[in-house]
């Protein structure tokens, strides 16, 4: 077993979905056992925050990351890329407090790491440490997120909306234990799934000072009446993407147990608490 980063250097820019500001994110290959880490670039002493559970101190709509007065917000997409692509060990530069949401998935993400390729490292630490040996169960009022022993990395997802386009929708998704078949898997089935949200919602979250950076075209959004933004990459796009939150989230971990992650109308809130939780068991 190996250790991976980039074999070049990424970059992207784009406008983040909650402050609306353009950032600019490089993303650099670095040392074996570095893990993923974000650089604020912009700020004086070029503070680091690492990609860990430890750092999350926001999980409003997105999962943000700080450390003293440095933070870095609506991280789940790029690191989900990171993680579900192979790397294990990236130095991502980012001059700005949010990471772009491109067109609202991680597909740009992926695509990109899949033209530069990946580089071989050597193991500096076990990544069978995190053994899943009993039940570990977050839940608020019918939602939960759960971590169940497993023989593979499986994560599976359900959603339940009164909007007849989404309604009930499940999904599961494993991940590979071959690097290349996980890469090419992540990168067809969960990458492309983009972030949704209710027409009826939409002024509230703005008016809360929310979703600045929101639009039609990073965005599916449904009505009523349907899709305003059709067509779907997927029939069940909606849930794909709460698992690619959910593998984004959990990556935080510094790599994935062999569990199967079982969640059903959860949010970050509930990821980041399941996390704390087997980090905690460990």
Known sequence: MLEHTLAAAITQTGVGLHSGVSTKVRILPTDAGSGR?????????LPIIPAQV??????????QLGKDEAS?????????????????????????????????SAQIWA????????????????KESLTIEQPIWI????????????????????????????????HSWSMATDLNKTSLSFGEEIAPARTFG???????????????????DNALVCGPDGWLNPPLRFANEPVRHKILDLVGDLSLLGYFPRAHFL???????????????ILALS
């Open 37 to 45: 880490y974000f650089v604020r670039v912009d700020l004086p002493d």
């Open 54 to 63: 430890a750092a999350v101190n926001q999980t409003v709509l997105s999962t």
């Open 72 to 104: 870095v917000r609506t991280v789940e997409h790029l690191l989900a890329a990171l993680a579900g692509m192979g790397i294990d060990n990236a130095r991502i530069e980012i001059d700005g407090s949010e990471v772009p949401l491109l067109d609202g």
């Open 111 to 126: 695509t990109s790491i899949a033209e530069v390729g990946l580089k071989s490292q050597p193991l500096t630490q076990s």
């Open 139 to 170: 839940h608020q009022d019918d939602a939960f997120v759960a971590a169940l022993p497993a023989s593979e990395t499986r994560f599976s997802y359900g959603i339940d909306f009164d909007l007849s386009a989404i309604g009930n929708q499940w």
């Open 198 to 216: 209710l027409a009826h919602q939409i002024e509230h979250l703005q008016k809360s000072g929310l979703i600045k950076g929101g639009s039609l």
């Open 263 to 277: 969640a059903y109308k959860a949010s970050h809130n509930l990821h980041i608490q399941l996390a704390q939780k």
